[in-house]
């Protein structure tokens, strides 16, 4: 079921593949489109996993994710 207008929420998830573990989640008001908060969301995803800087980050979205922004912000951080 989905719902729209300022009833619904849109959620965003991001786990740690290995273990599952949800490392970061965020419920937004409305029906925002995925791009919104998309880097700042990541960003905060990325700081929590556990050993970020010992493992290479592999970044996985839907397509609303899918802009140059977020491209770059991804690869002068050294994620894919």
Same mark, same amino acid.
Do not use: N
């Given at each position: 079921m ?8 849109a ?9 599952? &573990? @949800? =490392? #970061? ?8 489109g995925?791009?919104?908060?998309? =880097? ?5 995803? @990325?700081?929590r &996993?556990? #050993?970020?800087?010992?493992?290479? @980050? &592999? ?7 899918a802009?140059?922004? &977020? ?8 994620? #894919?």
């Amino acid at each position: 079921m989905s719902f729209r207008g300022p009833e619904a929420q849109a959620r965003q998830l991001c786990r740690e593949r290995k273990s599952g &573990l @949800v =490392v #970061h989640s965020q419920l937004r008001p409305g029906d925002p489109g995925s791009a919104t908060g998309a =880097v700042a969301f990541l960003r905060q995803g @990325v700081a929590r &996993l556990p #050993h970020r800087r010992r493992r290479p @980050v &592999l970044i996985r979205a839907d397509r609303g994710f899918a802009f140059e922004a &977020l491209y770059a912000r991804c690869e002068r951080r050294g994620w #894919h």
